[in-house]
């Protein structure tokens, strides 16, 4: 029997007559692969320029105010980018795959409910994240080694941006609704204004410029909620105007808890796979805290290019999810499989040159962050090493998106177990047995990425092999 609640849902009419294919619809189900997934995936290029401008000069902006200040906001990073990847690519990933494989099959009326459904999927998960993260970030942060002035900017910075996770929850939910439907360049223009805005208003919160108080690490956890939080707005106006392919309805609500299920049931691997990613760089940050400060903040610094890798395959990604999800909700199995290996490749190769330039010139990427020359050295060390394993990482983070548009996302979200178990493992036994240092320990982040390829790769193709069957 299905449950009431207040006017958040849609009430769907089960007799609505069915509404003729779309011509996006019709392009993701008949046009070439390549050429097709290119022109999805262009408009995410300014998704992939806007996180990195977000993820770049929040390190820059807040590295002026010393090195604890920095340190601190990347003790509270990973755990924001929590956040913002269960909305983007777990969750969010469920709810475009939803709405494709509704379209594929001609069911617009189910993919007006989905998006509903989606928008208080938003609300909840953020009560979720901010219940939980607010009262035990000083018990996180103290575990990653945050002591004094750290612990106190990693806190400063991450009570507002937990506070405010409704705002990036729910820009990355209704952008993803509006993917499923094959339309990329409304929610990448959408979040690029929302990150252009967060990058200007960010530094005069943060130093006090003009008529804004001096708010230190806060002011950039302040910066990006209100930005995201009109950019959320601006979705839920086109969501509920004539030009969106499907409806999002705010009022005269019916619950459908089958709905819940078949976003859950995608979303909740998602977000273990989301968690997966975020706690590998978390435990790998603590594991570098043992070899010292410098190497922490080294490590730290380096990451963050994993963090542009993300959007990059993120770009890719959502192309990749629409269009499996679409064929596959009409059956055409077959070119759902050529969606996804072509895809794959083609993440593994922009990844790959990203991690192939910066282990080139790994000075580049260190020099926004920091002039110390042992940080630097060691950061510079750590590119070298583990940029040229990029490609394989960038593959694993596509297949997983094509195992979303499939709705079987179980086995890749166990081969990102596998390369956390793999880096973490591989880290203490090169610290413990083989005193490798730093460079052990950043061989085994490469072996991590490594592992991660070759696992989803194989997870796929045993996919497949039981679809055949």
């Known amino acids: 029997m299905e449950s009431r609640m207040s006017p958040v849902l849609p009430a769907v009419a089960p007799s609505a007559p069915p509404r003729p294919v779309a011509p996006r619809t019709k392009m993701l189900l008949g046009a070439p692969i390549l050429p097709t997934l290119l022109r999805l995936s262009a408009p995410n290029v300014l998704n992939l320029m806007a996180i990195v401008g977000m993820i770049t000069f929040d390190g820059i902006f807040v590295g002026r105010l010393g090195a604890s200040a920095l340190a601190g906001v990347s003790l509270a990073f990973p755990w924001v980018m929590l956040v913002q990847h269960t909305g983007a690519s777990g969750m969010g990933g469920a709810v475009s795959s939803a709405i494709a494989r509704a379209l594929g099959a001609g069911d617009r009326a189910r993919a007006d409910a989905l998006a509903s459904h989606a928008f208080a999927l938003a609300v909840i998960l953020s009560?979720?994240?901010?219940?939980?993260?607010?009262?035990?970030?000083?018990?996180?942060?103290?575990?990653?080694g945050g002591r004094g002035e750290v612990l106190d900017a990693a806190l400063a910075y991450s009570n507002v941006a937990f506070a405010?996770?409704?705002?990036?929850?729910?820009?990355?939910?209704?952008?993803?609704?509006?993917?499923?439907?094959?339309?990329?360049?409304?929610?990448?223009t959408v979040i690029v204004g929302a990150v252009l805005a967060h990058v200007m208003l960010?530094?005069?919160?943060?130093?006090?410029?003009?008529?804004?108080?001096?708010?230190?690490?806060?002011?950039?956890?302040?910066?990006?909620?209100?930005?995201?939080?009109?950019?959320?707005?601006?979705l839920v106006a086109y969501l509920r105007g004539s030009r969106s392919l499907v409806a999002l309805a705010l009022r005269g609500v019916r619950?459908?808890?089958?709905?819940?299920?078949?976003?859950?049931?995608?979303?909740?691997?998602?977000?273990?796979?989301?968690?997966?990613?975020?706690?590998?760089?978390?435990?790998?940050?603590?594991i570098a805290g043992y070899l010292g400060r410098e190497t922490a903040i080294a490590y730290a610094m380096g990451a963050r290019l994993e963090y542009i890798l993300i959007p990059l395959a993120f770009g890719f990604g959502t192309a990749i999810v629409a269009m499996v999800g679409t064929?596959?909700?009409?059956?055409?199995?077959?070119?759902?499989?050529?969606?996804?290996?072509?895809?794959?490749?083609?993440?593994?190769?922009?990844?790959?040159?990203?991690?192939?330039f910066f282990a080139l010139f790994p000075r580049l990427w260190m020099g926004l962050f920091t002039e110390d020359a042992e940080i630097?050295?060691?950061?510079?060390?750590?590119?070298?090493?583990?940029?040229?394993?990029?490609?394989?990482?960038?593959?694993?983070?596509?297949?997983?998106?094509?195992?979303?548009?499939?709705g079987r996302v179980l086995l890749t979200v166990l081969a990102n177990g596998a390369r956390l178990v793999v880096s973490a493992a591989g880290a203490l036994f090169a610290?413990?047995?083989?005193?490798?240092?730093?460079?052990?320990?950043?061989?085994?982040?490469?072996?991590?990425?490594?592992?991660?390829?070759?696992?989803?790769?194989?997870a796929l193709v045993h996919i497949h092999r039981r679809i055949a069957q």
Do not use: H
Request: hydrophobic residues 55%; charged residues 5%.
């Open 127 to 144: 009560a979720a994240f901010s219940g939980l993260m607010i009262p035990a970030a000083p018990l996180v942060f103290g575990w990653m």
């Open 164 to 188: 405010g996770a409704i705002s990036i929850l729910m820009l990355n939910l209704l952008g993803n609704v509006v993917r499923g439907t094959g339309n990329m360049g409304v929610p990448a």
């Open 202 to 234: 960010s530094p005069a919160l943060i130093f006090g410029w003009g008529p804004f108080p001096a708010l230190g690490p806060a002011g950039a956890g302040w910066g990006l909620a209100i930005t995201f939080g009109v950019g959320s707005l601006v």
């Open 255 to 286: 619950v459908q808890p089958a709905l819940f299920k078949e976003i859950l049931r995608v979303g909740v691997p998602g977000m273990i796979n989301v968690a997966i990613t975020n706690l590998s760089v978390v435990v790998l940050t603590g």
């Open 327 to 356: 064929n596959w909700g009409a059956k055409q199995f077959a070119r759902a499989r050529r969606i996804a290996w072509i895809g794959g490749a083609t993440s593994a190769a922009a990844c790959g040159a990203v991690g192939v």
């Open 376 to 406: 630097v050295r060691i950061g510079v060390s750590y590119l070298r090493i583990v940029g040229p394993a990029c490609a394989l990482y960038g593959l694993g983070m596509a297949l997983y998106f094509a195992t979303q548009g499939l």
């Open 431 to 458: 610290l413990s047995f083989l005193d490798a240092g730093t460079s052990g320990f950043f061989i085994a982040v490469a072996a991590g990425f490594a592992a991660y390829g070759l696992f989803t790769s194989a």
